[in-house]
């Protein structure tokens, strides 16, 4: 997964910075996200590590296209003095997604696995393998897994949906330096 993610980072960057055009990195990225959950959804115990690692590098590919671009978009669409408020909020709701998606998927995974390992007789996942052995515990795993992965799936679906609403604005070429000085020293030298 990180291999794509860095891969289909380095790759965006530099097209981005040759072409100033950067809307198709998200669109892509959450297209390739979403397939590669959907896909990591449909994993079983029977399930190859090949395949397994295959799906693995669609997320990362999507992530990779994905992440970078959302802090390039809020800053491309701000003012310049606006910018450190852009890098922040978009820093802060990351972190806030991130941290609510840890609960929300611990508590989806929890959920479907004891639900799973109860119907399958191994009691509670919590209590390990004790009636039904290691299969239909790791069955009940397996199916917790699937659920996170469905509704990441879903979450992914829904960010190609807004990605493909992104209004391209072109890069700025101006350095990150003082705009206003640079101004003033072009009208000092006429």
Same mark, same amino acid.
């Given at each position: 997964?990180?291999?794509?993610?860095?891969a289909?980072?380095?790759?965006?960057?530099?097209v981005?910075?040759?072409t100033? %055009?950067y809307k198709?990195f998200?669109?892509?990225?959450?297209?390739?996200l979403?397939?590669?959950?959907?896909?990591?959804?449909?994993?079983?115990?029977t399930?190859?590590?090949?395949?397994?690692?295959?799906?693995?590098?669609?997320?990362?590919i999507?992530?990779?296209?994905?992440?970078?671009? &959302?802090?390039t978009?809020a800053?491309n669409?701000?003012?310049?003095?606006?910018?450190?408020?852009a890098?922040? &909020?978009?820093?802060l709701f990351r972190t806030l997604? +991130?941290s609510?998606?840890v609960?929300?998927?611990?508590?989806l995974?929890t %959920?479907a696995?004891?639900?799973?390992? &109860?119907?399958? +007789?191994?009691g509670?996942?919590?209590h390990?393998?004790?009636?039904?052995?290691?299969?239909a515990y790791?069955?009940?795993?397996?199916?917790?897994?699937?659920?996170?992965f469905l509704?990441?799936?879903?979450?992914?679906?829904?960010?190609f949906l807004?990605?493909?609403f992104?209004?391209?604005v072109p890069?700025? %070429?101006q350095?990150?330096?003082?705009?206003d000085?640079?101004?003033e020293s072009a009208?000092?030298?006429?």
């Open positions: 997964m990180m291999a794509g993610s860095v289909a980072s380095m790759i965006a960057g530099k981005m910075s040759k100033g %055009r198709i998200p669109i892509v990225g959450s297209a390739s979403a397939v590669g959950m959907g896909l990591l959804a449909r994993m079983d115990t399930t190859s590590r090949v395949a397994t690692s295959a799906f693995m590098i669609l997320v990362g999507g992530t990779g296209f994905s992440i970078q671009m &959302a802090n978009i800053q669409s701000v003012e310049l003095r606006d910018m450190g408020a890098s922040a &909020a978009t820093s997604g +991130g609510l998606g609960a929300v998927f611990g508590s995974l %959920r696995t004891e639900g799973k390992a &109860a119907t399958a +007789g191994v509670s996942a919590t390990g393998v004790s009636q039904a052995g290691p299969d790791l069955h009940a795993v397996s199916h917790g897994i699937q659920q996170i509704v990441g799936s879903l979450c992914a679906a829904a960010a807004a990605a493909v992104i209004q391209e890069l700025s %070429r350095p990150t330096g003082n705009q000085t640079a101004n009208r000092a030298a006429s």
